[in-house]
């Protein structure tokens, strides 16, 4: 079994998957079409062309993973004629909105393996030529010292991420903080700083900790579900259900956001000395990324298509089936991961959730060494400059 590992941010903050190797390579650079421009979009965000001569010719967009359903947004603004680099594990194309070009291309690169595991922010750093990068509210706090980041668009309100466990084994286990009492070992990837954080809050006990966690099912089949695991409510609990047969139930599961620690999960971040050139762009292209995520969800079909074609181009030995890509966006409707949240408007930053965050994640990362900015605020952060705040789910 080949594991899926994602990495989140440079102490880790890495979830991870399962399974073996998908088949069926592709030549560099084809040519697709199974991303019709007509059949998505049901609002048109922007007219004809509107972002010629306002954005660079290519927007270019680093992911933090292999193409999946919470990436659905930016997938949906690829249009006809795309264009598929196998080997750099790449996508570019039309820019499109509601079926209309924009005027520009947008290219998205897959991150996870195709990066080596780098952090996105990192690789922000290194190659200039990325507009935007998949940079996780915590990610960005640990770099603000030395690589700041503006996020300008949250397409996730809510950050996937889990603890789960067997409902069988622990019956009166209902949210992480259960699970102090029974002793359990809570797997994860070592050096998570939202564990030190369910350690530091009381939720955990420090002796529970067990950073081996190598993103395989292995150990938590064979324990029997006696051991608690890290994971996504986006793809896990239909996975072990369903595609793991040595399991092939029910996992119960709390969502670490619920626990307390609340970064916003893969938001469109720049460089924070890019805002002053980039912002004529922004302003009109903010509102194209918050209708597509919008459009996605409503009518994912076409869009999961793309995403499903590119995981099998790309060969990264990551499985990522029909069943799971349908479930996510399911689950993204239900727990609310893609949500309007508290003030109704899709793709913005609540900024008392982003000061809490700084208090919290502060004395973690510096205990670590990391150089975070002295007197961070929300501000250094995010910012809503550039949201509709009409656009809704």
Same mark, same amino acid.
């Given at each position: 079994m080949k594991l899926r590992t994602r990495r989140l941010f440079a102490l880790s903050m890495t979830g991870a998957l399962f399974l073996a190797a998908c088949g069926g390579g592709s030549d560099s650079a084809e040519e697709g079409a199974s991303s019709g421009t007509t059949a998505k979009g049901g609002t048109a965000a922007a007219g004809e062309g509107v972002l010629s001569g306002v954005c660079p010719e290519k927007l270019v967009i680093q992911t933090d993973w292999n193409p999946e359903s919470e990436h659905g947004g930016i997938y949906e603004m690829v249009g006809d004629g =795309?264009?598929?680099?196998?080997?750099?594990?790449?996508?570019?194309g039309p820019l499109v909105s509601g079926g209309k070009?924009?005027?520009?291309?947008?290219?998205? #690169?897959?991150?996870?393996?195709a990066i080596g595991f780098q952090p996105v922010v990192s690789q922000m750093y290194q190659d200039k030529n990325i507009t935007f990068g998949y940079v996780y509210t915590d990610e960005a706090i640990q770099a603000s010292g030395e690589q700041p980041t503006l996020s300008v668009?949250?397409?996730?309100?809510?950050?996937?991420?889990?603890?789960?466990?067997?409902?069988?084994?622990?019956?009166?286990?209902?949210?992480?903080?259960?699970?102090?009492?029974?002793?359990?070992?809570? #797997?994860?990837?070592?050096?998570?700083?939202y564990m030190s954080f369910l350690v530091q809050s009381g939720l955990l006990d420090k002796t529970q900790l067990d950073g081996s966690y190598d993103g395989?099912?292995?150990?938590?089949?064979?324990?029997?579900?006696?051991?608690?695991?890290?994971?996504?409510?986006?793809?896990?609990?239909?996975?072990?259900?369903?595609?793991?047969?040595?399991?092939?139930?029910?996992?119960?599961?709390?969502?670490?956001?619920?626990?307390?620690?609340q970064p916003y999960s893969g938001p469109l971040a720049i460089r924070t000395a890019d805002l002053e050139k980039l912002a004529p762009c922004l302003k009109k292209f903010v509102p194209i990324a918050q209708q597509a995520q919008v459009d996605y969800i409503?009518?994912?079909?076409?869009?999961?298509?793309?995403?499903?074609?590119?995981?099998?181009?790309?060969?990264?030995?990551?499985?990522?089936?029909?069943?799971?890509?349908?479930?996510?966006?399911?689950?993204?409707?239900k727990l609310g991961l893609v949500g309007n949240g508290t003030n109704q408007t899709l793709g913005d930053h609540d900024l008392k959730r982003v000061e809490d965050?700084?208090?919290?994640?502060?004395?973690? =990362?510096?205990?670590?060494?990391?150089?975070?900015?002295?007197?961070?605020?929300?501000?250094?952060?995010?910012?809503?400059?550039?949201?509709?705040t009409s656009i809704k789910l």
């Open positions: =795309y264009k598929v680099d196998a080997d750099k594990k790449i996508v570019t070009d924009t005027g520009v291309d947008i290219e998205i #690169r897959t991150g996870g393996p668009f949250a397409g996730l309100d809510i950050n996937p991420q889990i603890i789960m466990w067997d409902p069988a084994t622990y019956p009166n286990v209902k949210k992480i903080g259960d699970l102090k009492a029974t002793g359990a070992k809570v #797997r994860y990837f070592d050096g998570a700083a395989t099912p292995s150990v938590f089949v064979s324990q029997k579900g006696k051991v608690a695991q890290q994971g996504f409510a986006s793809a896990e609990p239909y996975i072990y259900k369903n595609e793991v047969k040595e399991w092939g139930k029910d996992v119960a599961f709390q969502l670490v956001h619920d626990a307390g620690w409503k009518n994912p079909a076409e869009t999961n298509k793309l995403i499903l074609d590119l995981v099998g181009k790309y060969n990264t030995g990551w499985v990522y089936s029909q069943g799971v890509a349908d479930f996510s966006v399911e689950q993204q409707k965050l700084i208090t919290k994640a502060v004395p973690i =990362y510096t205990a670590t060494g990391a150089k975070v900015k002295a007197n961070l605020k929300p501000a250094d952060l995010v910012t809503n400059e550039f949201i509709d």
